[in-house]
T-cell receptor, first 111, second 115 residues
Framework: GDSVTQMEGPVTLSEEAFLTINCTYT??????LFWYVQYPGEGLQLLLKATKADDKGSNKGFEATYRKETTSFHLEKGSVQVSDSAVYFCALMEYGNKLVFGAGTILRVKS | DTGVSQDPRHKITKRGQNVTFRCDPISEHNRLYWYRQTLGQGPEFLTY????????KSRLLSDRFSAERPKGSFSTLEIQRTEQGDSAMYLCASSAGDRGLPEAFFGQGTRLTVV
């Protein structure tokens, strides 16, 4: 079945450092891809999405490009802030009904 | 704020007891989802409704679990004869639209602890 694999955390960075969180997926068809973020004490929020190959999703300085050839959707940000500390989940959706999530990556940003 | 709300936020129950959780989706969202999240894992799909119809159930949803959405608005998730393995965060999400890629909005979840 469909699955998503994320790099294990926690990832600890200093403020203004460059962030990459790797995500690869396995799917039978052509899924849509998502990054969700969960801040402490809050619910999951959609961060960005991409619906087809070579699409780039972006939001709040974060970016991810849908790479069909490598089945990847890595999350990047050029300069992280303390307020970016959260858990990040990569997810896919096929057939528009349910999300399949990775295990999540904890990001800690130090000032 | 009229986001997705879940009640209760926390529930501690003894093994063997029944529990029921409630989810109120965003008004007029016709799709409603239930997920389960255990520590260190991402959410796992349990079931989803389009209006009042339950369209898909995961194999994770054993016979002890039942979900309803009687009027196509709020939903309940009941777990009968709880087991320690049922301890998890239960998440509800809702989305609008019948086609395309509707964004799913999540509630803050109900944390269940079975002792």
């Amino acid at each position: 079945g469909d699955s998503v694999t994320q790099m294990e955390g926690p990832v600890t960075l200093s403020e203004e450092a460059f962030l990459t969180i790797n995500c690869t997926y396995t799917a039978t068809g052509y899924p849509s891809l998502f990054w969700y973020v969960q801040y402490p004490g809050e619910g999951l929020q959609l961060l960005l999405k991409a619906t087809k190959a070579d699409d780039k999703g972006s939001n709040k300085g974060f970016e991810a490009t849908y790479r069909k050839e490598t089945t990847s959707f890595h999350l990047e940000k050029g300069s992280v802030q303390v307020s970016d500390s959260a858990v990040y989940f990569c997810a896919l959706m096929e057939y528009g009904n349910k999300l399949v999530f990775g295990a999540g990556t904890i990001l800690r940003v130090k000032s | 704020d009229t986001g997705v709300s879940q009640d209760p936020r926390h529930k501690i129950t003894k093994r063997g007891q029944n529990v029921t959780f409630r989810c109120d989706p965003i008004s007029e969202h016709n799709r409603l989802y239930w997920y389960r999240q255990t520590l260190g894992q991402g959410p796992e799909f349990l079931t989803y409704f389009q209006n009042e119809a339950q369209l898909e159930k995961s194999r994770l949803l054993s016979d002890r679990f039942s979900a309803e959405r009687p009027k196509g608005s709020f939903s309940t998730l009941e777990i009968q004869r709880t087991e320690q393995g049922d301890s998890a965060m239960y998440l509800c999400a809702s989305s609008a639209g019948d086609r395309g890629l509707p964004e799913a909005f999540f509630g803050q979840g109900t944390r269940l602890t079975v002792v």
